[in-house]
Every structure is written in structure tokens, then in C-alpha cells.
């Protein structure tokens, strides 16, 4: 049995560490903020402008002038702060920022991902993403093991082009968790979700990984 | 002289014509100078160039301009919300020059700040870096991103004074402080202009330095995408 949606989301939560500062995109990497273990201080930054993003307001006291980075209505927390986009992207690109969590296209055997554009399709922009995995200390990659037509998105080139070069240090699918062994410059797996198996996850990976 | 005008259309009086560099503030639709857009359309300038984060909705924000076709270029890190941008980027009606949300900002600053040039990690080895300068610095590879400036800024803050002082509300900030410094004449809307004196010197964003026009406007402030919780 694969994971779901929110148990990746579950399972990318437990790579967060007291103290840390952490970016999360649009997408699955939103829902990693739900699992936050309890009594770890985690502050959550927001690229246009916030660290220290509080939960969604009830009904009726949402601020037009409060939001996060996918457009969404949020919260302050008592912690928080307001700074403009270069004070913003300047914790991001200075190395601040503790983890990256973010949604990918395509990633490759080398760390490189792909994730803001297809070629001859509408391309909307790649927002903060190449700031984000040039200068945040640790990036996971966060996706589905394959896409529609079965074919796997852990690659051994990116075909798409790229958001970076050699900065993805984990990856997290649907299939199981892939640490990137900085001795051997190579992923190797570190878990399988429930129920898969070795043969399947081979199966469904391009890249060349250490599966032992 | 005073830097105070009554309406949005006066702000930007004697201001506007053909070919112009506008940087606007905002991102998505919050922090946008909504009425100085209204008045900017309302003036007929077309063949500008905008330089915005984003490029509005459907027939708000930005998306007003493009629909009157008074815009020749965008520079934006993300567009993905508007169909008629879409409609006109595709038709070759429209050219785009995409940048790393954090390159734009820092550009923009830079130009504010009269610094030509600076180098990034950001966008190496993709295509942002095609025909840039490389350079290793303690053996990493940068690029060279140049400063951006324009001939009229338009922000949107919360409170300001006569002196053209800004202070700005929560996450509306986001481009408008940059912008203000990179505009050779920036013009603020503002929710309120307050009597000089009553901003606390110690909490002002933004110097009245950076702005020469300022005027106080209702905005409507839409939200793209309301999400709440269970109370």
C-alpha cells in the first residue's frame, strides 16, 4: 500500500528538527505544516514576506492583507514578522533557511529537479523555486513516484528544464524515502511505505539508486 | 511643493505616456496599488513595460491593462493566474522575461540603491543562465543579474504622511519598498494619510525620500484564494 497524499506529508514531517526554519511549497509540502510533532518549535516562512505563518482563520476574520505564498488566507502566531521580498529571498538565497520541502516534475539521480515548466505547454513562472533550491541548507523533493502513464519521475537525466542543479538531498514519494549519500554522491533508499515492495520500487525507478 | 494629490488620476497627472517602465507592488492581488492601476489604464499609455511580481486576474490588477493591450512586456516571476495573459503570451502579442522571484527583488533593490550588477547561485545551470556572465567565487559558480530601475513606481501602502513616509500592513509589503527606491518618480496610494508627525520615526518602512506623490484611496482589496478554518 503506497502512501497517501498526507502520509507523505506525514512522513516528510519527520525530517523537521527543533528550532528549524523551513520553507514549504504549494501543494503536498503545504500539508507537511499538519503534522508537526508536538512541542517541536518549527517556524514555517512564507516568501512574500513572513515567518511564522499561523493556521487559516475562521471564518470571517481573514485579512485580504494576509497571506502566504500560494495566495491563501493565514494567521499571524505571536512569533511572527513582516519584511519585504528582498529581506525575504535574502533569507532564502543566505543560506537561513533550515529545509526546503517542495513539490517536483522530475527528479534526477545527480539532485538536479525539475518542477516549473513544460516546453510548448503555458508556462506560469517559476515564482521562488530556483531561490529556493540555490539557497536553502536542505531540499526534499516531495512527489509522486510516477506520473499519469506509470512512467517514473526519479530519473537519471531531467528531460524538463531544470529549477537547479545537484540540490535535492532526499526524496520522498508515494513508494518510500531515498537519502542522497553525499560520500557516493548517489541516492540510496532509506524506507519503504507500507506494503511495497523492493521489486516494485525498482521497478518504477529510472534512476540509478542504491537499493541495499 | 506638496507631494499630497486628491485622487489617483491626479497622482499620476502629467505623468504617463507611450513606452513608459512601470514597476507596480504587490503579489497575487495583495499590496497592489489597485486605483493608480485604474488611473494608469484610465490615462491610455500603452507599448509599457511592467515589471510585477505577478500579472493580476482577469480584468483586475494588472489584468485591466492587459486587456486594454497598454502593456508591451511583462518581468514577473509567476503569471499563472491570468487567461488573457495567457491568450496574448501564446498569440506573440505580448513578451514575457521571466525571473527567480528572489532575482527580482534583489534587482529591483539594486537598481534602487544604484548598484549595476551583482551575482546569484539562483538560476545556474538553467535556462535564467543562458548568455550570463559566470563566476566562481570560493568555488561555486554565480551569475551576473543586473539592476532594475523605472521611470514610474506604483505602490500601494497602508499609512503615510505629507513627507510621502510609508508604513505598510502585514504581508502587502512584499516589492513595494524596493520598487519605491528603484522608481525615478514613485507615486503611493495609501489607505491613509495621516498627519505628519503621528508615524512613529522608528516603525516607517519606507523614507519619503523614495516617494514624490501620494494619495489616499478606498481599495477594494479582493482575495484570490480564501481559505478558513473549522472555529
Redesign the interface.
Known amino acids: 500500500m503506497s502512501w497517501t497524499r498526507n502520509e507523505m506529508a506525514a512522513r516528510a514531517a519527520q525530517e523537521l528538527e527543533d528550532g528549524f526554519y523551513v520553507n514549504l511549497g504549494i501543494g503536498i509540502p503545504t500539508l507537511v505544516a499538519n503534522h508537526i510533532p508536538d512541542g517541536m518549535s518549527v517556524t514555517l516562512q512564507?516568501?512574500?514576506?513572513?515567518l511564522g505563518m499561523g493556521?487559516?482563520?475562521?471564518?470571517g476574520e481573514?485579512?485580504?492583507?494576509?497571506?502566504?505564498?500560494?495566495?491563501?488566507?493565514?494567521t499571524?502566531l505571536p512569533k511572527s514578522s513582516?519584511?519585504?521580498?528582498?529581506t525575504?529571498?535574502a533569507m532564502?538565497?543566505g543560506g537561513h533557511i533550515d529545509l526546503s520541502i517542495l513539490g517536483a516534475m522530475e527528479v534526477a539521480e545527480n539532485g538536479?529537479i525539475a518542477n516549473w515548466m513544460i516546453p510548448g505547454k503555458?508556462?506560469?513562472?517559476?515564482?521562488?523555486?530556483?531561490?529556493l533550491v540555490?539557497?536553502v541548507k536542505r531540499c526534499i523533493a516531495l512527489f509522486d513516484h510516477t506520473n499519469k502513464r506509470g512512467e517514473s519521475k526519479f530519473i537519471k537525466a531531467c528531460t524538463l528544464?531544470?529549477?537547479?542543479?545537484?540540490c535535492i538531498d532526499m526524496v520522498i514519494t508515494d513508494l518510500g524515502v531515498f537519502e542522497r549519500d553525499k560520500a557516493h554522491n548517489q541516492f540510496r533508499l532509506q524506507e519503504l511505505a507500507p506494503k511495497v515492495t523492493l521489486d516494485e520500487v525498482k521497478a518504477k525507478t529510472e534512476a540509478d539508486v542504491i537499493f541495499e | 511643493m506638496s507631494k499630497v494629490f486628491s485622487t489617483a488620476g491626479e497622482a499620476l497627472g502629467g505623468l504617463c505616456h507611450d513606452g513608459l517602465t512601470i514597476m507596480s507592488g504587490g503579489?497575487?492581488?495583495?499590496?497592489i496599488p489597485e486605483n493608480l492601476i485604474a488611473a494608469l489604464r484610465d490615462s491610455g499609455a500603452s507599448d509599457l513595460t511592467v515589471i510585477s511580481?505577478n500579472a493580476g486576474v482577469d480584468g483586475f490588477g494588472l489584468g485591466q491593462l492587459l486587456e486594454t493591450r497598454q502593456i508591451k512586456k511583462m518581468i514577473?516571476?509567476?503569471?499563472?493566474?491570468n487567461k488573457e495573459f495567457?491568450r496574448q503570451?501564446?498569440g506573440g502579442e505580448l513578451e514575457l522575461e521571466?525571473n527567480?522571484?528572489?532575482?527580482?527583488?534583489?534587482r529591483?533593490?539594486a537598481g534602487g540603491a544604484g548598484i549595476p550588477g551583482f551575482y546569484?547561485?539562483?538560476?545556474?545551470?538553467?535556462?535564467?543562465a543562458e548568455g550570463k556572465e559566470h563566476k566562481d567565487f570560493e568555488g561555486e559558480t554565480f551569475i551576473l543579474e543586473t539592476g532594475l530601475k523605472a521611470d514610474i513606481a506604483i505602490v500601494k501602502a497602508?499609512k503615510g504622511d505629507a513627507e510621502g513616509n510609508l508604513i505598510?500592513?502585514?504581508?502587502?509589503?512584499?516589492?513595494?519598498?524596493?520598487m519605491a527606491m528603484a522608481g525615478q518618480i514613485t507615486v503611493a496610494e495609501v489607505d491613509e494619510i495621516v498627519p505628519v508627525g503621528a508615524l512613529d520615526p522608528n516603525f516607517i518602512?519606507t523614507p519619503g525620500i523614495f516617494v514624490q506623490r501620494i494619495v489616499e484611496a478606498k481599495c477594494e482589496?479582493?482575495?484570490?484564494?480564501?481559505?478558513?478554518?473549522?472555529?
Request: charged fraction near 20%.
Open positions: 512564507s516568501e512574500n514576506g513572513m493556521p487559516f482563520p475562521i471564518a481573514e485579512d485580504a492583507d494576509l497571506i502566504n505564498a500560494g495566495k491563501q488566507t493565514i499571524t513582516f519584511f519585504d521580498s528582498a525575504s529571498f532564502i538565497r538536479d503555458m508556462v506560469k513562472g517559476m515564482g521562488g523555486a530556483m531561490d540555490a539557497g528544464p531544470l529549477t537547479g542543479q545537484n | 503579489f497575487g492581488l495583495c499590496g511580481n514577473s516571476s509567476y503569471v499563472g493566474e495567457e503570451y501564446l521571466f527567480p522571484q528572489g532575482t527580482l527583488a534583489e529591483i533593490r546569484t547561485k539562483t538560476g545556474v545551470g538553467t535556462l535564467i497602508w505598510f500592513k502585514a504581508t502587502a509589503r512584499n516589492f513595494s519598498p524596493m518602512h482589496k479582493r482575495i484570490e484564494q480564501l481559505t478558513v478554518r473549522e472555529a
